[in-house]
């Protein structure tokens, strides 16, 4: 299995950006399609985001959807997560994923990895 490690969690105000990223190692980073999922207190996980294994094809939620943006570099091992305009309902642990299969669409299941998460903290 790939080794996932998520960092650039923090604390930030409503309408401010923050930039996540996920280190990978142990496996060959573009053999995986990747994904962020975030869950809140008290909530199940949630799909943010998936990109493809060469980074073609991105996928969104509805509610992150025009704010968020999620890319890979697949020479630095690297998935990040570009978060804009965030809302105090951002609010949540996020963490990243990947999977052996390919994505096609936005609905990103089954992954063979997880990372730690990092805590995203948004005030209102």
């Known amino acids: 299995q790939v080794q996932l490690v998520e960092s650039g969690g923090g604390l930030v105000q409503a309408g401010g950006s923050l930039r996540l990223s996920c280190a990978a190692a142990?496996?060959?980073?573009?053999?995986?399609?990747m994904g962020w999922f975030r869950q809140a207190p008290g909530m199940e996980r949630k799909f943010v985001a998936a990109?493809?294994?060469?980074?073609?094809?991105?996928y969104y939620s509805d509610s992150v959807k025009g704010r968020f943006t999620i890319s890979r570099d697949n020479a630095k091992n690297t998935l990040y997560l570009q978060m804009n305009s965030l809302k105090p309902e951002d609010t949540a642990v996020y963490y990243c994923?990947?999977?052996?299969?390919?994505?096609?669409?936005?609905?990103?299941?089954?992954?063979?990895?997880w990372g730690q998460g990092t805590q995203v903290t948004v005030s209102s």
């Open positions: 994923a990947a999977r052996s299969s390919d994505v096609y669409n936005a609905n990103f299941r089954e992954p063979d990895s």
């Open positions: 142990g496996r060959t980073f573009s053999n995986y399609a």
């Open positions: 990109i493809s294994r060469l980074g073609g094809r991105l």
